[in-house]
Each structure stands twice: as structure tokens, then as C-alpha cells.
């Protein structure tokens, strides 16, 4: 498995389209590759912005698909929005040239989109595409990444009713490989002023491409609701 990260301009609202940003900045897709795209870019082409002088707990508030009923230590409010545990609703307050960055309105369905795009553009099914955002892990220090919408690829490797080294069938074990992917990617891409929001992940042989990858079975499987969580006991201060 290779990763390369692709340098770009500088990218500003009201200054290109996402059309345009894939064909000035994605050249060339080989087979069995995932494109990995920074969310910040889809808002910025969907401009998916707000002022600075709006106030900021309100926006969360508008935006957090769940939050929790008061801040933290920090003055940020723990939320869910696109199905992650991201911080402050994913409103980014950094590159944003003096404004805030939401997420973008629906990822799973603009990933979907620029799947269809590249396909026709290079006449090519076996890739993946994944949209990211940074988030903070529960015990851990650092950002690291995770996909808030992919397409082309099956999210989950199951290894159930497989042996393990010593015979014993498994019962439960799936590895999630679009987060997986998506937290290399991030890390490679960087989160300051590297000016790096894609990268391409090349020579994936252990996941299964497909034009009609997540089916609604494998979004229902992958996507959880708060209470089919296994974490779902610390949620209590989330409405």
C-alpha cells in the first residue's frame, strides 16, 4: 500500500467548484486506489460558511446532530454530526481566511457523486472515494481522522466464521477499513498549513471495490445510532 498527498493553490469560497477542483488536481486514478478528500473542501465549494461574528455555541448548536447539554473543560461541546464523535460539530475555525467551516451538507451523497464523476472521467470502477474530517479520540491526545463519506468500496472486512491462529471460529471481529484509511490519509495530508487536502492511497488488495458499494445493507451495518453503540452508556449527557 502506497500514499501520496497532492499540493494544491490556496482554496477559497466563491473561487472554484468541485468539478473543477477534481479535474485540476486529480490527473490520474490507477485501479484498486482510493481518493481521499478533506471535507473542508467540499464546504468550500458547497460554501459551507459562516461569519466570525456569529456566535459560536448557537452554530454548534444548529449544527450538532447530537450534543452534549453543557461544554467541557475547554469550552467545547462533545457532538455527533455525520455519524462521528467530532468536536464542536466539525466547525473549523482554522485556514478558514477569517471564517468558520461547516462540514458539508451530505457527504455520503457528495462522495457518492464524485465517484460517478471520476468513473466516467477515467472509465474506471475498481477505486474508492472517502471525504474526512479530524477528530479527537476519547482517552487520547491528537487529532487523527475519520470518513464521514465514502463510496466504491465495502466499509467493513468481516472476519466472522473465520479461525483465528488457533482454530477457534469468530464470532464478532470486522475490521473498519474506511476509518482505517481515512486516518492514514489525514495524517499524511496534515492538519496545518501544509496546503495538502487529498491524497491518493494506491495498491489496496485486501478490500472489495465495487461500482455499487455501501449497498443500503452496508450503511445500515456500518452507521450505528447512539443507543446500538457499544458505548452507548456514556451518552447520557447527549440529546
Known amino acids: ?36 478528500i478533506t471535507s473542508k473542501i467540499i464546504s468550500i465549494t458547497e460554501n459551507r460558511v ?26 467545547r461541546f462533545v457532538t455527533f454530526k455525520h455519524h462521528a ?9 482554522s485556514n478558514g481566511n477569517g471564517q468558520y467551516i461547516l462540514l458539508p451538507t451530505n457527504p455520503q451523497k457528495t462522495a457518492q457523486e464524485i465517484y460517478t464523476f471520476l468513473s466516467k472521467r477515467f472509465k474506471l470502477n475498481n477505486f474508492g472515494v472517502i471525504i474526512t474530517d479530524s477528530r479527537s479520540t476519547p482517552l487520547r491526545c491528537g487529532a487523527s481522522g475519520v470518513a464521514i463519506g465514502f463510496w466504491g468500496f465495502a466499509p467493513l472486512k468481516s472476519y466472522i ?19 482505517a484509511l481515512a486516518s492514514v490519509a489525514v495524517l ?20 472489495s471495490f465495487n461500482k ?12 450505528l445510532s447512539l443507543d446500538e453503540d457499544i458505548f452507548h452508556q456514556f451518552y447520557k449527557d447527549i440529546r
Do not use: C
Request: net charge positive; no cysteine.
Open 161 to 179: 466464521g473465520r479461525p483465528d491462529i488457533f482454530g477457534r471460529l469468530l464470532q464478532f471481529e470486522r475490521a473498519n477499513v474506511v476509518d
Open 188 to 207: 499524511v495530508m496534515g492538519e496545518g498549513d501544509e496546503q495538502t487536502p487529498i491524497a491518493v492511497i494506491q495498491d489496496i488488495d485486501f478490500i
Open 1 to 36: 500500500m502506497k500514499i501520496k498527498a497532492i499540493k494544491t493553490a490556496k482554496i477559497r469560497t466563491g473561487k472554484i467548484t468541485l468539478t473543477d477542483f477534481l479535474n485540476q488536481y486529480i490527473k490520474h486514478i490507477r485501479p484498486n486506489s482510493v481518493v481521499v
Open 50 to 75: 459562516a461569519a466570525k461574528n456569529i456566535d459560536f455555541e448557537n452554530l454548534v448548536r444548529s449544527e450538532a446532530d447530537h450534543m452534549a447539554k453543557k461544554s467541557n473543560r475547554y469550552g
Open 212 to 223: 455499487l458499494y455501501p449497498t443500503k445493507k452496508d450503511l445500515q451495518e456500518f452507521y
Open 85 to 93: 464523535l467530532i468536536s464542536g460539530a466539525g466547525i473549523d475555525q
